[in-house]
């Protein structure tokens, strides 16, 4: 369901902007996507490089942010 995705590096931060259909709901598509040995191996060679963002709860690892302008909209 993803149609764009961008991955941008801050120190040791990564930040991901993407697209989805508007069915898409990030827990259970992401979930599933993770389920792959290839994302699995990304996910652990970039967890090298980043820290949590902060705020976030012990589990969690990517932090959902709000909109706040969009110069194109």
Known sequence: ???????????R????YLEA???FDLTRDFDRYMD??????WDA???EYQE???????DQWWAP???VFDLYS
């Not at 792959?36 to 191996?41: F, I, L, M, N, P």
């Open 52 to 58: 949590p963002a902060p705020g976030v709860e012990a």
């Open 1 to 11: 369901g993803i149609s764009k995705m961008k991955i941008f590096l801050c120190g």
């Open 65 to 67: 942010m709000e909109e």
């Open 13 to 16: 931060r990564l930040f991901m």
């Open 45 to 47: 060679l970039m967890r």
């Open 36 to 41: 792959s040995d290839r994302a699995k191996r």
């Open 21 to 23: 259909e508007d069915d």
